[in-house]
């Protein structure tokens, strides 16, 4: 065959209508140079020019686990160039549950709960009893429990009773709660409650009082009582009854005959005080003079006159000190007269 020069052969290329880019391809002494003139890209070149699946992949930049997923030739290859591990591979391989539920380290006993495919089963597995399961398995239409049942699970008649009771009432009666327990059990607020455990009116507003005084004044008590019963001293006290610090109140009583006698009894004084009268009467007047001295510390300090014919005498506005210690004596100068008081405040 005659070879035509370059020049001639692309005059007869063109002679035919062959385009310039068809010319190219044609004329182009080596491969790259005919993927050039057909447009092909230096990726494409690199891509055409690999001998090797892996050196086309690297062309095509996929990542190592790409390529191990477009080689692997099996499942079990896929899955590994995914990095998954072998465990994961049973689960996923697996041609049974028994055996995913096994590859997941399921007990037996779990397993049959897993995999039961009735309420009954699913029972059963767990070791529930068959009374047991009849509890559990109870309808809606049948939710209460025999006597026998009850039994079995050691309920006393009396929580047998609690249990089937229909009210309020006969569950108070059941639990041995007598009217008026029932009726503390039920009261819906305070004063019921103590009105039910026979609590009076009165009794109500103590246990309600919130103060003291409220207390004190709901069981009738009076001001004056009310300041007795909160007073912290004897001083106090005495002064909540109007009975002034240091008050006397001393009463001698001489009976029978009485003549010229020199008191001997002492009354001795523990605190301080203040005598401010005192007062001497008999029964019956005389004809004469009585005379009584009171003494204090062996002096005189008071003396009454009872004149002839009178039968009693008086000194009062006095103020008149002792001290703790001090003691007083009582003297009598008479003609005759009978049963003698004498009384010093």
């Known amino acids: 065959m005659t070879t035509l020069p370059p020049s001639r052969f692309g005059t007869k290329l063109d002679t035919l209508g062959i385009t310039q880019q068809g010319v190219e391809v044609v004329t182009a002494p080596t491969a790259r140079e005919i993927q050039s003139a057909l447009g092909v890209s230096e990726q494409g070149?690199?891509?055409?020019?690999?001998?090797?699946?892996?050196?086309?992949l690297d062309v095509l930049g996929v990542t190592a686990v790409g390529k191990g997923l477009l080689l692997s030739t099996s499942q079990a290859s896929a899955l590994e160039a995914l990095g998954i591990s072998q465990r994961i591979q049973d689960l996923i391989t697996t041609t049974s549950v028994a055996s995913a539920l096994t590859d997941l380290g399921v007990t037996a006993l779990g397993a049959s709960l897993i995999t039961s495919t009735s309420q009954d089963a699913v029972l059963t597995a767990a070791g529930v009893t068959t009374y047991g399961k009849s509890v559990v398995q109870a309808t809606a239409s049948?939710?209460?429990?025999?006597?026998?049942s009850l039994s079995a699970l050691g309920v006393t008649e009396l929580g047998q009773s609690l249990i089937s009771a229909t009210a309020q009432s006969a569950v108070l009666t059941a639990a041995g709660l007598t009217t008026i327990g029932a009726n503390i059990a039920t009261a819906t607020n305070q004063a019921a409650a103590m009105s039910a455990v026979g609590i009076s009116t009165i009794g109500q507003d103590i246990v309600t009082a919130t103060t003291q005084?409220?207390?004190?004044s709901a069981a009738g008590i009076t001001t004056l009582g009310q300041s007795l019963i909160n007073t912290t001293?004897?001083?106090?006290?005495?002064?909540?009854l109007g009975v002034s610090s240091g008050a006397i109140n001393i009463n001698g009583f001489f009976s029978g005959l009485c003549t010229n006698v020199t008191g001997t009894v002492r009354r001795y004084f523990s605190a301080t005080a203040t005598i401010k009268s005192a007062f001497a009467w008999i029964p019956q007047s005389v004809a004469g003079t009585t005379t009584v001295t009171i003494n204090k510390n062996g002096s005189a300090i008071i003396t009454l006159t009872i004149a002839s014919g009178q039968t009693s005498a008086n000194s009062s506005g006095l103020s008149i000190s002792v001290s703790a210690g001090d003691y007083l004596t009582i003297d009598l100068a008479s003609i005759g007269v009978t049963n003698l008081t004498v009384q010093i405040t």
Do not use: F, V, W, Y
Request: proline share 3%; net charge negative; charged share 10%.
């Open 45 to 56: 070149k690199l891509l055409i020019a690999a001998e090797l699946p892996t050196d086309q």
């Open 142 to 148: 049948a939710n209460t429990l025999t006597t026998a």
């Open 213 to 216: 005084a409220g207390a004190l």
């Open 233 to 240: 001293s004897q001083a106090a006290a005495l002064s909540a």
